[in-house]
Antibody, heavy 120, light 106 residues
Framework: QLQLQESGPGLVKPSETLSLTCTVSGGSISSSSYYWGWIRQPPGKGLEWIGSIYYSGSTYYNPSLKSRVTISVDTSKNQFSLKLSSVTAADTAVYYC????????????WGQGTLVTVSS | DIQMTQSPSSLSASVGDRVTITCQASQDISNYLNWYQQKPGKAPKLLIYDASNLETGVPSRFSGSGSGTDFTFTISSLQPEDIATYYC????????FGPGTKVDIK
């Protein structure tokens, strides 16, 4: 069964770049015609879609974050990654990765999430 | 930009009650609407896709309906394990989640 696991630093300093990786197991990113996405949730708040990437590398980003976000895929490692630059305390959140469908509209399977705190 | 609203923001109901949550989009999104359940401390889980289709393995007491701008999510008989926050999400224009509805047991 497909599983996703987020990994990366739990603490990032303001103005630095947040970097997270999602490792996919139980299936191959490159053999599946799916989108793979990142969603975040500030403590006690709702869900915000960050962006999505197709296995071939094409991307969609949330316009409100687009200038700071880069999502990439490494099919050799069966991973996709998120980089968010110039972070502030407002970027403190649980970050989830998810498997989407042939279009990026639906998040079918989610990772457990990882809390990233932005603080000096 | 599309805006999503949900009502109520929270509700308390008794076990066995019928629970209804509404989601409204600021413009026509056809049936490009999903519903997710998020239990405390857990990742969200897809329950309903394309407004009315039940995801595989999801109990049949959950259902969704609607199209255009107005959508409804229903739990036909509330169970203790249904305590969660429920989010609608549109994908007519990228992805946007509604603010959520927290469901408690009375």
């Amino acid at each position: 069964q497909l599983q996703l696991q987020e990994s990366g630093p739990g603490l990032v300093k303001p103005s630095e770049t947040l970097s997270l990786t999602c490792t996919v197991s139980g299936g191959s990113i490159s053999s599946s015609s799916y989108y793979w996405g990142w969603i975040r949730q500030p403590p006690g708040k709702g869900l915000e879609w960050i962006g999505s990437i197709y296995y071939s590398g094409s991307t969609y980003y949330n316009p409100s974050l687009k200038s700071r976000v880069t999502i990439s895929v490494d099919t050799s490692k069966n991973q996709f990654s998120l980089k968010l630059s110039s972070v502030t305390a407002a970027d403190t959140a649980v970050y989830y990765c998810a498997r989407q469908g042939p279009s990026p509209g639906t998040c079918y399977r989610w990772g457990q999430g990882t809390l990233v705190t932005v603080s000096s | 930009d599309i805006q999503m609203t949900q009502s109520p923001s929270s509700l308390s109901a008794s076990v066995g009650d019928r629970v209804t949550i509404t989601c409204q989009a600021s413009q026509d999104i056809s049936n490009y609407l999903n519903w997710y359940q998020q239990k405390p401390g857990k990742a969200p889980k897809l329950l309903i896709y394309d407004a009315s289709n039940l995801e595989t393995g999801v109990p049949s007491r959950f259902s969704g309906s609607g199209s255009g701008t107005d959508f409804t999510f229903t739990i036909s008989s509330l169970q203790p394990e249904d305590i969660a926050t429920y989010y609608c999400q549109q994908y007519d224009n990228l992805l946007l989640f509604g603010p959520g509805t927290k469901v408690d047991i009375k």
